[in-house]
């Protein structure tokens, strides 16, 4: 097996060893040398001792979705010894600690062992258990160094960057490194023909995780509460908010907060608060996942009603119920869309990447204060969770915070007529007024009762549809409000076109290139946000088979589709992907030649690829 | 119609206080509660209250959750925003609210069966939190509007008017709000607005978590012989262990923010028990347990904090009110996210 700069290294490890750093150095260190990189983690839902993966895929191409398949096991942990060693492609490379033999059970004859007897190197050259225990990981990626030609003062530079300050830790660490490094070089086929050579492919693009940079987009967009309960895998969210509050909202000359943040009793105390705030007009915030979205359920028709804006990060991990907590899905689309009892319909934003993380972490409450509604950020692990290479964050110098409709004591003092849910604008919004605006004018009671338009208890009919057809037109004006599809047409007329969204996109991009070269031309859609626009009814339209790509069992977003874009549902054939590992190119590409090759439109029984 | 508003006339000679406010500034529309219903007498307690501390109305925001008692706000403070949210979850939005603006008074307003049955978590952790806020139950141990069932709070043996008997163990609201850290404690008795007042006006000039627990009969479906929550039975057994005075020292000129009526109004407790300590919070507790076990309900301010602090204290926001806080304040601009994607790459 050769490749330059196109292969898939995976490291096999027990959580709690500290190979973490170790890995994350390996795959800064290839980005360094101007090459693409995107790497995952994939874990249990567990701290210590259990069977942790890290997998990095080296693209110059640029194809940053999981590939699929190993060509490089880095093994370091026997529990797992046989599972990794058969997910090996043939004719793969296999690095182990050759400290101990190995392992008998090993019966592939087409791979390439490569022995570093990382164990004894570290003992001779570390007293403290710990450290011997820690450099092993440092000592891999020394050898990995040599393999694969990595650039040793990349590496080292990276080392001293992270142990700025600390310069006593910076040695050891070098030490380690020299240490994989020179035994690999003095015992094994250095470089490997699977190496890196220096290319320009990165670019300015950064590496970054997705929950920092939505946690980012929600100091941009103004946020000052936040209100969580712990959940994988949104707890990150929060956590990087008070990192990043502790950078940028404190205020310098009080050294006081600019900022709160409150670890909730559950979920429903989240949205409340949330809630709570986002009706006295401060900017707020909830991150949870499919459980928390479930609880929040009654709270949400509560805020859909009463109109009050409220933003709901969803990093969507695989349900129903515990289902697999560390591992990523689209699943929760129908859940959000419809939260709650009665007829209900929310916003969603669909961000592809940490990038549009940040993007629409910002957009979320200007939109909820826009629209006076919950907004949904629908991520899920595989963006929150890892780091992506994805294009610098921007921001326009001259934004300002898009208040919404607020009605303010000048207003009111020149007589302004206020009716909290009158539609004086035609377009379903209504002015608001916060809590203790005007002493004698401006006050309304907020209720998740029936209500008519000057905020009155009311059980009359026809007040009640009137309001309800206005929160219709609501929605229709957040068509307009919210991020449009981006299409990427085929270079040849096609009647097949493909729809998707999220975290799909770097897979999608890549399938669309591996299609292209297998002679399948497709028209590509991907939705960012709901209500649909209607350009994504007619690009449906327009095809004769829509392909619709999603991480779920139940075809949620083609089922959403149908009922919200008029559009027929035999046109939608789904494409499904829900076993817990973030969709790979070769899947979408395989599944849709397989489906064009075997069936007619419609026939059911074919419409679903496992 | 299931919504009237009071007229607005102003009877010519009706008092007005320091802000120039009359009763009926401080008044909300008309009760749609069972005539003579304890949670009436409640409402009018804080009208009276809101009145003789000078604060401006629309300077407090009422909050309440589901039920009899979460429709008093209705009722009084008409001019205030009021937020009836929903079932037993009032107190993470009042907590939401007081994040959001500092500066406002906040009254939650709940019973018995959205404190101490559904809403008993939110209970427990926004008066552990501290939030600034006036938390009043008001408490007649049985749900109204569905019709009189048992609530979390009646006590063992009680009868129902029916006649069926409460076999489970009643929620001591008084007891947990000590144990989890409400900084002021009272119990009030709607039938006694001579001490129900002072209980709430000290309860606004509280600086953190105050919480009232005020038995309320319930006239339709709880005010029978053999309640331990009907008028009878509390006149019976009230035992009151303190009286509030207010000390008020010269006023400012304006005096038209309630900080200002905080600062102006000082309450001071005295004892109606001789040795009974209001700061003393564990000899608080034992005095509750021993004389709740002899069957007397304990009336009065129970338990004050000497030292209350509240949640923006804990969590060291700025003193402005954070709904306030303009763009400039609150985006790291354009060169600070420059910086962050060097520190990526």
Redesign the interface.
Known sequence: MSGVNDFVVQFATVNGSGSASANRLFARSV?RMGVPVSARNIFPSNIQGMPTWFEVRVSEAGYLGCRGGVDLLVAMNPETWDHDVAGLAAGGYLLFDSTKPLPRSTQRDDLTILGVPLTALCNEAFDDPRQRQLFRNIAYVGALSALLDLDVAALEGLLSEQFRGKASLVAPNVRALQLGREYALAHLPCPLPLRVARADAVG?????EGNTAAA?GC????A??A?WYPITPSSGIPDAFGRLCRR??V?PA?????????Q???E???????????????R?FTATSGPGISLMQ??LG?AYFAEIPAVIFDVQRAGPSTGMPTRTQQCDVLACAYASHGDTKHVLLFPEDPHEAFEFGALAFDLADRLQTPVFVMMDLDIGMNEWLSA??????CR??DRGKVMTAEALDKGARFGRYLDVDGDGIPYR????????RG???????SKDAMA????DGAAYVENMERLVRKFETAKGLVPAPVVRPARRPTDLGVVYFGSTAPAMSEALDLLERRGVDLDALRLRAFPFSDRVGEFVRAHTRVFVVEQNRDAQVRSLLAIESGVEAERLVPVLHYDGTPITARFIADAIEHRLAAATPGDRRQEVVR | M??LAKPRLHHPDAPVNALGYTRRDYEGAVSTLCAGCGHDAISAAIVEACFELDL????L?K?SGIGCSSKM??YFL?????????HG?M???????????R??LYLGISGDGDSASIGL??F??SLR?GVHMMYLVANNGVYGLTRGQFSATADRGSPSRRGAVNTDEPVDLIGLALLLGATFVARGFSGDREQLVPIIKAALLHPGAAFIDCISPCVAFNNHEGSTKSFDYVRGHDHAVTRIEFDRPPRTADGAEPDGGNGALVARVEPLVPGYDVHDRLAVMDYLARHGAEGATVTGLLYVAPDAQD??AH?????E???G?R?D??????A??EE??AS??
């Open positions: 980005l300015d693009r950064v590496l970054l980012l100091v941009y967009g103004g000052t509460v209100a940028y909202r205020d009080t050294k006081k907060h600019r900022y709160a943040i409150v909730a009793e559950d429903l105390a989240s949205l409340g608060i949330v809630i709570g705030a986002g009706w006295s007009g401060a707020a009654e709270f509560l610098p964050l921007t921001w326009d110098g300002r915070f007024t916060y809590p203790g605006t005007h002493a004698a006050a309304f009671f907020t209720r998740g009762t009155r208890y009311t059980e | 299931t919504y401006a109305p629309h300077r925001a909050l706000p209705t008409g001019a205030s925003h009021g937020f009836n949210s929903v979850r107190p993470s939005v009042l907590t939401g609210a007081n994040l959001a603006n500066s406002l978590g939110q427990a952790h939190r949640l923006h969590l060291e926001t700025v003193d009110p954070l709904n806080l763009d304040a609150l985006c790291p601009g354009t600070a996210l962050f994607n990526l790459r």
